[in-house]
């Protein structure tokens, strides 16, 4: 029962977020043609937009993985320690889009331009790197389960 809430906070959150991000973005789409950044901010948020529902994902193959470890009796040490760092780098995954989604604070249109390009040049690749991140355990898992 306890797991069941936490997924359901869990998913509120993510759709709260979202949901924040794409009101911004309207809001912004607006003032695009004042703000020199706003290209950039809207290929960040596309990155986003593209790897953000693939949380349900990664929740859903941890949770097939950690079934395969408990109920197959001819897994031997070695896989289970296999699927179990599988697990992990799901977990890592999970947890990257949530610490950029948390540390994400575009500057305002009134900032130095300079320096509101120069922070979303550094979000634009930590957003890469979260959604290569996100896309290689999604693949390493569908491969430990024999999916596609």
Known sequence: MKKQVKTI???LVLLSAC???SQHQHQDDA??????NQA???QIMSVHD???PKSDQLYQLKKELQDKIAKSI??????????????KELDSADHSMMEWMHKF???????????AREYLENE???IKKVRDLINSSLEKARGELGKK
Do not use: C, H
């Not at 003032?31 to 020199?36: K, L, Q, V, Y």
């Open 9 to 11: 906070f869990i998913s």
């Open 19 to 21: 949901g924040k991000s």
């Open 31 to 36: 003032e695009s043609s004042d703000n020199p």
């Open 40 to 42: 950039l901010y809207d």
């Open 50 to 52: 593209e790897v953000m």
């Open 74 to 87: 001819e897994l031997n040490e070695d896989g289970k320690r296999q699927l179990k760092q599988t697990i």
């Open 105 to 115: 604070k575009p500057l305002p249109d009134s900032a130095n331009q300079e320096l």
């Open 124 to 126: 634009m690749e930590r």
